[in-house]
T-cell receptor, first 117, second 115 residues
């Protein structure tokens, strides 16, 4: 079974500061990992994904994440926060690596990012 | 492309009433999913479908039924609503292509309140 743990349900940073959102996973198969962002009253939008190619993955809006197998982590970072980054962020792990299967995502409980002036 | 759309956006039900949530996607995706989102619990999978005419249970299927009569539509039904079903419901779809590496595309959500 797969699981995801997001440390910190709320994170507050100043505009211009480093953003670090933590995600640790547990998976019985080599994982595919995703970060999604949810702006207020909207659906989820993919930020980036790890699919066993490069361990450092770059996404939209200046975000990136590094897959570390030894630490079972996939933390999300951004060098300089912007007010528009305020949102909720979800880490998710896929339960399958085979094609032709309806892989299901297991989501973490989310981290709400607040950006202050 | 409209992507994934959901109808309605908001709904208030009384306990025991029934309703159907409609999800439609115009991306020709094979797989479709229904999730519920509750504070502090992330998204939990209710039911999913791997193609027209097929459905399967997810993590929290009790109290819900689904149907996939057309490839582009995935319906979620509540036969007898309960206050515990107050939640935000999201539909998602994914192409079958290269399997689990493909992202899911989400609709804007339906906010349901059961009183």
């Amino acid at each position: 079974a797969q699981s995801v743990t997001q440390l910190g349900s709320h994170v507050s940073v100043s505009e211009g500061a480093l953003v670090l959102l933590r995600c640790n996973y547990s998976s019985s198969v080599p994982p595919y990992l995703f970060w999604y962002v949810q702006y207020p009253n909207q659906g989820l939008q993919l930020l980036l994904k790890y699919t066993s190619a490069a361990t450092l993955v770059k996404g939209i809006n200046g975000f990136e994440a590094e897959f570390k197998k030894s630490e079972t982590s996939f933390h999300l970072t951004k060098p300089s926060a912007h007010m528009s980054d305020a949102a909720e962020y979800f880490c998710a792990v896929s339960d399958a690596i085979n094609t032709g299967t309806a892989s299901k995502l297991t989501f973490g409980t989310g981290t709400r990012l607040q950006v202050t002036l | 492309n409209a992507g994934v759309t959901q109808t309605p956006k908001f709904r208030v039900l009384k306990t025991g009433q029934s309703m159907t949530l409609l999800c439609a996607q115009d991306m020709n995706h094979e797989y479709m999913y229904w999730y519920r989102q509750d504070p502090g619990m992330g998204l939990r999978l209710i039911h999913y479908s791997v193609g027209e005419g097929t459905t399967a249970k997810g993590e929290v299927p009790d109290g819900y039924n689904v149907s996939r009569l057309k490839k582009q539509n995935f319906l979620l039904g509540l036969e007898s609503a309960a206050p515990s079903q107050t939640s935000v419901y999201f539909c998602a779809s994914r192409q079958s292509g290269t399997g689990a590496r493909e992202e899911q595309y989400f609709g804007p959500g339906t906010r349901l309140t059961v009183t």
